[in-house]
Every structure is written in C-alpha cells, then in structure tokens.
C-alpha cells in the first residue's frame, strides 16, 4: 500500500512547502481538492512539483461537467512534464453542494453531469495520445483529424496516459461500469435510496471483485480509500489500515481537508501508518 495526503485547499506556497516536508517523511503522494472556485489545484502542483523529486501529486477530484477536457488535458500534460511522470487525475461529477449555486449557468443534473464525466474520460484518454481523432458525444465533438499534429501540444510522459482514478459508487453498475475505465477507483457507497453510506473494507472487497471480473485494460488498477490516523498509536493506526489492505486498497489518503498548516506539518513529520 502507498501512502498520501489530502492536503488542505490553500495557496501555492503552502502547497509546495508541505509536499517538500511530506516526501522527505517518506510518504507516497501529496492530493489537493478542486471544487468550482478555489485556487487553481494544478498551479499549486506546479509549485510543488518543482520542490520534490519522487513523491506524486494528484487532484481528487476534477469536476469534469466544469472544464472542457482538452484544456485539463492540456494543464495535466505540462504539469506530468514539469514532474517528469507523476501527476495522477481523479475524476468526478463535482460536489454540488460546494457553492454551485452561486453559478447558475453551471449544469447541476445529476445525468448530465454524469453524461459529460464519461465523454471527459473519453477524451482525456484520446487526447493524451496526441493522434489524429475525431469525437461526436452529446455533449463535446471535436475534429482534430482537421488540425496539422504541428500544432498538437507535447504528450505527457506518462505513457499511454496520465492515470485516472474515478470515483465509483457500489453498487451502482453504471457507475461502477464508468471505472473500468480508468486506472483507479476512488469508492463510495449508495443505499437504495440513493444516499451516501458509510464505506467497509467487505465493500471495497466487493467492489475489487467486480472489478477484476470485467476490466479489460492490462494496466496497473488502484483503488484509493480515505481515512485519519492522526494521534494514534502505532499498534491502534495499523488496525485501522489493515482490514483496507486486505481487502485490495492500493492507497490509502490521510484527509487532512480542515487543518492548519502547523497540523498537516505534524502529522507529516510522524511519517505514514504501517501498513502491513
């Protein structure tokens, strides 16, 4: 299991002085919220990228129904440049509740949204190849047959595409069918009636199971569960975290959304919980 940390959403300077801390604790990843008005996560990134060597840098989530897919494909290819290799996109419908309405040209359905997060992969994928394509979706099309590669923009290091975690919620298949594909899983749980449960390790067992049954892409697959170990023991953080492990997550993000600076640097510098 790797290990990052959900840092709060603040200014590039901050950004940049914690993922420095955080990789020389020996952690695996350093993630930033994105939301439809904040700071701009890739540009905090960016500082962070040129302050670290190893450590990877990631946004949970993008909400793809905001952004047209070729400029986050565009910023996300520099972004992996400029970190030689280690930019990893989670990709989402958006939190809603997070100041939508203050945008009311924005678009809040549930299926749209959904409808525009599925071209969005689709075309991030499409996109990071750097080929000739054309694409007719409901919502995007684009004729890039039409535009001389010359005016392509660099591919990313990262080959065949930067990785893309997607949120999935169980046991929704049309969800669940959405991160197929895609290189990770970011997992919910839903009830029957659609509200939002609390995750187990036997649903992230579940969900891996699924996964693993009807995935066809050969490519590396994480699944990414969020939790706090912050002022445990050793012997009390690492109950925690097994039952994750056993179950088949790959990462496990410390969520430290709400904390001062002073306190993601103390919980950076007590290092990762053990996680075997």
């Given at each position: 299991m790797k290990f990052g940390l959900a840092l709060p959403y603040t200014e590039a300077s901050m950004v940049a002085r914690l993922a420095r801390q955080a990789e020389k604790a020996g952690w695996d990843g350093v993630f930033l919220g994105d939301a439809i008005w904040c700071l701009d996560p890739m540009v905090s990134l960016a500082a962070a990228a040129m302050v670290t060597n190893r450590i990877r840098l990631g946004i949970t989530v993008i909400p793809m129904p905001l952004h047209r897919p070729w400029k986050v494909a565009g910023a996300a290819a520099n972004l992996d440049r400029l970190s030689d290799g280690r930019v990893i996109l989670g990709l989402g419908t958006g939190a809603v509740w997070m100041g939508w309405q203050g945008f009311p040209d924005e678009v809040t359905g549930v299926r749209e949204r959904a409808e525009k997060l599925d071209e969005g992969i689709d075309l991030l994928d499409l996109l990071f190849k750097g080929e000739p394509f054309d694409f007719d979706g409901k919502h995007f099309h684009l004729r890039l047959t039409q535009v001389d590669p010359a005016h392509y923009p660099p591919r990313p290091i990262q080959q065949p595409r930067i990785p893309l975690w997607c949120v999935g919620a169980w046991p929704r298949m049309k969800s669940m069918q959405r991160v197929l594909k895609c290189d990770g899983l970011l997992p919910v749980k839903m009830n029957a009636d659609g509200k939002f449960e609390e995750l187990q390790p036997e649903d992230v067992r579940a969900m891996k199971?699924?996964?693993?049954?009807?995935?066809?892409?050969?490519?590396?697959?994480?699944?990414?569960?969020?939790?706090?170990?912050?002022?445990?023991?050793?012997?009390?953080a690492r109950a925690k975290v097994l039952p994750w492990v056993e179950a088949g997550a790959t990462w496990w993000i410390e969520g430290l959304w709400g904390e001062t600076e002073a306190q993601v640097s103390e919980r950076i510098r007590q290092g990762p919980p053990p996680g075997e």
């Open positions: 199971t699924y996964v693993d049954a009807n995935r066809s892409r050969s490519t590396p697959f994480d699944i990414v569960v969020e939790g706090k170990t912050t002022g445990m023991e050793h012997a009390q």
